[in-house]
Structures are given as C-alpha cells and as structure tokens.
C-alpha cells in the first residue's frame, strides 16, 4: 500500500460546508495525487502535486482546492460542498519506477 | 479523455487464462502501456506496465504487438479473486494524470 493513509474513510456533509480529505504519505514520495470515480467513470484527476507548495490543476479541478505544506501530506479542500461532488476520492503517490500506487479511498457524501 | 478503448466487459472461467485486450491506436513513441485493477471499491492496484517489449511479473503477462497500437493483459491462471475492473492506460511518464478510462469489468466464473 506504499503507506498511504486517507482521512476520513467516510463522510456525510450538508451543501454548502467546507469539507477538508486528508492524504499521508510515509515514503517521502515527491508526487501525489487526488482523484475522484462516480459510477459509470474511472478514476478522473482531480489536483496533482509535484513537491512541497507546487501544484497543479487536473481534468476536473473546478470546486476543489488543494495544499501541500509538508512532503507528507496532500490535502483536498471542497470550500462549499455542493451535491455533485458526492463520490469517492483516491489519493495516490507516484515512485521512483513511475507506478502510482492508491489510498484506500474516502466516500463523501453532501446532502 | 483516454487514450485506450477496452471492451466493457469478459468473463473467464476459473483457472483459465484471461486475456484482456486493449486498443491504443493513438500511443506515441514514448509512452508506456500500463495496467491496473480494481477490486470493488479497493483503490486500483498496479499490475504491470511496458513499452514495447513484452513484459512478465508474477501476476501477469503484458503482449505488446509490434506497431504498439493494442495490447493484451495475460492472467494465466485466472482465480475468483482476479474478478475486477481491470484499467489499460498510456502515460508518458511525465508526471501527471493517468487517464483511466471506464475499464473492463472482468468476472471469473466458478
């Protein structure tokens, strides 16, 4: 599992709150990763990151917001949950053999 | 969008090889043809990943053919645990997005 932990697991919201995921690292991996899968899609990307406080937009960034402040830790921020942001999130991380390697996934909810 | 087509779904029997093709006809020289799966609601799990030559680990076999435009995952011994959503995807290795695609459900039948 490459170390990898994902915070919460799961998560049931009202439109409208903030919502922050957490994804943590143990490997010092310079690439992490979040992504979203709704039924009926893969995974689709989300944000990326490419080391400390560098970041980039993915295919579906619009509503999302992400931080890396340590090498460790890739947050996800939803600023104002809305309902069609309801899906599972995957963190990843990228290692030195260019394999990404998956968390276990968060399932939020916004009612 | 991705850049790989895969049929939506196979069904193998158990103990079986599964082959599970992927179409790529789009690849450019430098990018890698890889593959995950997922099972259930798992994240997806990397299996095996090549470039041109063929390639074997211990879960699978990856066939190339030679203009690099389809590929086959190789299951030789297909198990009950190998049902899954199994993901072909090309990356250039740059470092961002891998494109999944929606996949082939495959399901290995007793």
């Known amino acids: 599992d490459a170390g990898i932990t994902q915070s919460p697991r799961h998560k049931v919201t009202e439109t409208g709150t903030p919502v922050t995921l957490r994804c943590h690292q143990t490997?010092?991996?310079?690439?992490m990763y979040w992504y979203r899968q709704d039924p009926g899609h893969g995974l689709r990307l989300i944000h990326y990151?490419?080391?400390?406080?560098?970041?980039d937009k993915g295919e579906v960034s619009d509503g999302y917001s992400v931080s890396r402040s340590k090498t460790e830790d890739f947050l996800l921020t939803l600023e104002s949950a809305t309902s069609s942001q309801t899906s599972v999130y995957f963190c990843?991380?990228?290692?030195?053999?260019?394999?990404?390697?998956f968390g276990p996934g968060t399932r939020l909810t916004v009612l | 969008d991705a850049k790989t087509t895969q049929p939506p779904s196979m069904d193998c029997a158990e103990g079986r090889a599964a082959n599970l093709p992927c179409n790529h006809s789009?690849?450019?020289?430098?990018?890698?043809v890889y593959w995950y799966r997922q099972i259930h609601s798992q994240g997806p799990q990397y299996i095996i990943h090549g470039l041109k030559n063929n390639e074997t680990n211990e879960m699978a076999s990856l066939i190339i053919t030679e203009d690099r435009k389809s590929s086959t995952l190789i299951l030789p011994h297909a198990t009950l645990r190998d049902t899954a959503v199994y993901y072909c995807?090309?990356?250039?290795?740059?470092?961002?997005?891998?494109?999944f695609g929606t996949g082939t459900s495959l399901t290995v039948i007793p």
């Open positions: 990151s490419y080391g400390v406080k560098d970041t």
């Open positions: 789009t690849i450019s020289g430098n990018e890698y």
């Open positions: 990843a991380i990228r290692d030195t053999y260019n394999e990404q390697f």
């Open positions: 995807i090309v990356d250039s290795n740059t470092g961002n997005q891998f494109y």
């Open positions: 490997e010092n991996h310079r690439y």
